[in-house]
Nanobody, 123 residues
Framework: VQLQASGGGSVQPGGSLRLACAAS????????IGWFRQAPGKEREWVSC????????YYASSVDGRFSISRDSAKNTVYLQMNTLKPEDTAVYYC?????????????????WGQGTLVTVSS
């Protein structure tokens, strides 16, 4: 299992970024894929997840309504569209995957993680 996260960068408050997580080494449509983030000095927190099959989406309350997760099976890639970014969204963002679905994935106990991509929201 390999996950490659990209798309991080610096943006002003209110701006947008789109993260991508390119997956390989497993059957993409059989796994839930999600995003976590870790801000400096803070614990890692779950952000969002999209399930296998029908692609049901889940969001942490802190990002619900601002972030949108989607998956492109033709490209084996999951995207996280982040709008109306706030300084408190600043963190290293990680994608992760688990064949047991989003309920398990959001617990953070999966063995399958990509490297992080840094998002900085600052004026």
């Amino acid at each position: 299992v390999q996950l490659q996260a990209s798309g991080g960068g610096s943006v002003q408050p209110g701006g947008s970024l789109r993260l991508a997580c390119a997956a390989s080494g497993f059957t993409f449509d059989d796994y839930a894929i999600g995003w976590f983030r870790q801000a400096p000095g803070k614990e890692r927190e779950w952000v969002s997840c999209i399930s296998f099959g029908h692609g049901k989406t889940y969001y942490a309350s802190s990002v619900d309504g601002r972030f949108s997760i989607s998956r492109d099976s033709a490209k084996n890639t999951v995207y996280l569209q982040m709008n109306t970014l706030k300084p408190e969204d600043t963190a290293v963002y990680y994608c992760a995957t688990d064949p047991r679905g989003c309920i398990v994935l959001r617990s953070g106990t999966t063995d399958y993680w990509g490297q992080g991509t840094l998002v900085t929201v600052s004026s």
